[in-house]
DNA sequence: TATTGTTATACTCTATAACTATA
DNA sequence: TATAGTTATAGAGTATAACAATA
């Protein structure tokens, strides 16, 4: 058992670096928690969005969107109404202020992004996007059974 | 900017997965934390270790080092002694009741591993051992310079 | 002066569940 | 009965630094 060659030690490691570097963009310079960041990420992105999808799509739990939600809202960046089709739900909106935060944040990390994978050619790159989805698939099926 | 083809994401994502299938194996079944692990599977594979030596090869950080040791010589799995070339510093040995759990622990993870790892083949693991290396190396870099 | 390792403290995060309102 | 969402709370984890002992 060498825990330097266990592919989900690796992975771990590269994946808490990785974060890392990027949150020190959203975290660090832009005082984004991780659950503020992918939440107005996303909004940015679709512009609105139902709250319930929100939960799916950022793979967060629905206290920690309820959470990043409102101190989104509390900092003007986002704006949460009523869902008139389900009085139950909400309608999140990106709002202009949310909307400049995250044209500023989104280059450097994308940038970040590049500097990362600048070292793989095409060819790796294309089998890395192959690999995280087939090793999802999979991590997926042993969380599902326990 | 589209959260689901964002490699820091899909990493983060992947690897919160493949952690969470180990951490059931030791976490659940055999009551150990993370750092717990690492320490114990660290230990099995050298046999015996200085404490410096392990927050280096662990990537945990002193203090999480610490605490972890003083449970595992609590429930008996290893031994603590002074190392004898500086005073200040450990060394850990791994006790039988340790190499035991161990050797339980290790047959079980390993299986998760092949399985996470079963749908590719060798030209597929031989690019993700050579993309893990580049990319941690990359990281490494952002990580030094902030 | 610098390093090893432990301890203290405050802070954040997380998990569970209770709860309201609506479907 | 089930779902959307908020709130409460307790436990775990984290970061910072202070500290003692040794180099």
Do not use: C
């Amino acid at each position: 058992m060498d825990l330097s060659s266990f592919f989900p030690y690796r992975l771990a490691v590269l994946a808490e670096a990785v974060s890392q570097s990027v949150a020190l963009v959203y975290g660090s310079r832009f005082a984004l928690s991780r659950e503020e960041w992918r939440v107005i990420a996303a909004l940015a992105d679709k512009g609105v969005m139902r709250n319930v999808h929100m939960v799916d799509y950022t793979t967060l739990d629905k206290m920690q969107v309820s959470r990043a939600v409102a101190r989104l809202e509390t900092k003007g960046m986002i704006a949460r109404e009523p869902d008139p089709e389900d009085g139950r739900g909400h309608v999140l909106r990106i709002l202009p202020a949310g909307r400049a935060l995250v044209r500023k944040i989104v280059p450097m990390v994308l940038a970040r992004e590049q500097f990362l994978l600048a070292d793989l050619d095409d060819a790796e790159r294309a089998v890395l996007d192959r690999v995280l989805a087939k090793v999802m698939a999979r991590a997926k099926a042993l969380g599902e059974q326990g």
